[in-house]
């Protein structure tokens, strides 16, 4: 199918079954913001750049005390990423269980992290590092199966050409470079941001994206976000992305949208995206918090998008790793009921969650499984089988005024392969 250049058409197009089908993602900000890595802490370090200019903030009294009278730029010199190693990133990530990642291939400050002719000695090949990583990353991911996308803002904080004009910055800066980004290094998802301030019609998104689905050399299997433009976000796009479980500045949910295509919750493991030194411990996401929102997500049709902030030296803090290996180990045992999974139904108060693949439901316990578990959202039959994964435990059920009711034995923890959430494997459950 052929798409014409306007969201009419755009629309039409299904988000690939893959994006559907993978359900977890690693999102990484890493850039010249990871040298300072600070910021108050109810804000994005990624935004550094600008908060160092403000009043109200500490960003500015501590660029000061720390670095006098150095500009951003000067952080290139100390951008080294000189313990970098793609392939020890594509390891852990696909320890982790996740099957796709963004990388920021380009954030607010303009500053890309791949070798690009549209930002000549504002990149991460020509300056700094000397190294392309959006090719190192590319590489390693493909050796272990995590498909590599990419983030890319749309604007530039003080592009000149974007500050005379938004729409002549689009046609001769952001499309030349995002076409070039896709035909080089051909991601498999491209996350876009920085769209607000402008409708799509002046990013000329429509364009782009009809060059995206029809010509492109990864245009069969691309997934794009919906940030395209001040009007878009819920509405318009690939796969609709909440935030920090909101879509932009309107405070809209997925809820409140009401669209059944798949969608993404993109957030850090703390507050922000890239690293803030200023976080400590109980500022980030303890592992049970994270695996509850990841199951949250997915019973909705959704995806998350967990973000991990490495240092300037190209580390991936270890309480970020602990966490990551953390949803690796629990989905070693529960994948099944996560991977390739759709929505079965509507139970957004629920402490039990759920999940299907055919006949078959997969329910979500947020607690030991102990005493008698009844799931008011499935029907009983006789037929059903109900089994505990990551146990050997046979699982009684019972009838409760016509639903489901799960009857574990007394069960040793230590003999359940799973901990925190808990899923049982309802056979023969679904119409």
């Known amino acids: 199918m052929l798409?014409?250049?306007?969201?009419?058409?755009?629309?039409?197009?299904?988000?690939?079954?893959?994006?559907a089908d993978a359900k977890f993602g690693i999102f990484i900000h890493w850039g010249l913001y990871s040298v300072p890595s600070f910021a108050r802490k109810d804000r994005f370090a990624e935004w550094y750049k600008k908060h160092m200019m403000l009043d109200d903030g500490p960003e500015k009294a501590f660029h000061k005390r720390v670095y006098g009278n150095a500009t951003y730029a000067d952080f290139v010199k100390d951008f080294k990423a000189e313990l970098f190693d793609a392939d020890e990133w594509a390891e852990l990530f696909a320890r982790a269980g996740a099957k796709y990642m963004n990388l920021t291939s380009k954030h607010h400050d303009g500053?890309?992290?791949?070798?690009?002719?549209?930002?000549?000695?504002?990149?991460?090949?020509?300056?700094?590092?000397?190294?392309?990583?959006?090719?190192?990353?590319?590489?390693?991911?493909?050796?272990?199966?995590?498909?590599?996308?990419?983030?890319?803002?749309?604007?530039?904080?003080?592009?000149?050409?974007?500050?005379?004009?938004?729409?002549?910055?689009?046609?001769?800066?952001?499309?030349?470079?995002?076409?070039?980004?896709?035909?080089?290094?051909?991601?498999?998802?491209?996350f876009t941001d920085g769209e607000w301030d402008h409708p799509s019609s002046v990013w000329h998104a429509e364009d782009f994206l009809a060059w995206l689905y029809n010509e492109s050399p990864v245009k069969d299997y691309i997934v794009p976000n919906d940030r395209w433009g001040k009007e878009t976000r819920g509405r318009l796009g690939g796969n609709f992305t909440t935030e920090y479980g909101h879509i932009g500045n309107e405070n809209l949910t997925i809820d409140e949208v009401h669209d059944e295509r798949p969608f993404e919750e993109c957030r850090g493991i703390g507050r922000s995206f890239g690293l803030n030194r200023a976080e400590n411990a109980e500022d980030y996401m303890t592992s049970f918090e994270l695996l509850s929102l990841f199951v949250d997500l997915v019973s909705a049709g959704g995806n998350l998008l967990l973000n991990v902030g490495p240092a300037a030296d190209g580390t991936i803090p270890p309480i970020q790793q602990e966490r990551l290996l953390q949803m690796g180990r629990w989905l070693s045992v529960n994948g099944e009921a996560i991977y390739g999974s759709r929505k079965y139904t509507n139970c957004k108060e629920s402490d039990v969650k759920y999940t299907k693949k055919g006949d078959t439901v997969y329910a979500f316990v947020k607690r030991f499984p102990f005493g008698k578990i009844v799931l008011d959202k499935v029907p009983f039959n006789g037929a059903l089988t109900a089994s505990l994964l990551g146990s050997d435990a046979p699982i009684g059920t019972a009838d409760e005024n016509g639903s489901l009711a799960l009857l574990p034995p007394a069960l040793n923890p230590d003999t359940v392969a799973s901990k925190e959430i808990y899923v049982f494997k309802l056979e023969k459950a679904a119409k």
């Open 111 to 190: 500053f890309c992290m791949f070798h690009s002719p549209y930002a000549w000695h504002w990149n991460s090949v020509d300056v700094g590092p000397k190294i392309d990583f959006c090719a190192e990353l590319k590489k390693a991911m493909d050796k272990v199966g995590v498909r590599f996308g990419v983030y890319h803002s749309l604007y530039e904080w003080d592009h000149p050409l974007y500050q005379k004009d938004p729409e002549e910055f689009a046609v001769k800066h952001l499309i030349p470079m995002l076409k070039d980004l896709i035909c080089r290094y051909e991601p498999a998802t491209l």
């Open 3 to 19: 798409y014409e250049n306007n969201w009419a058409s755009l629309n039409k197009r299904p988000v690939p079954q893959w994006f």
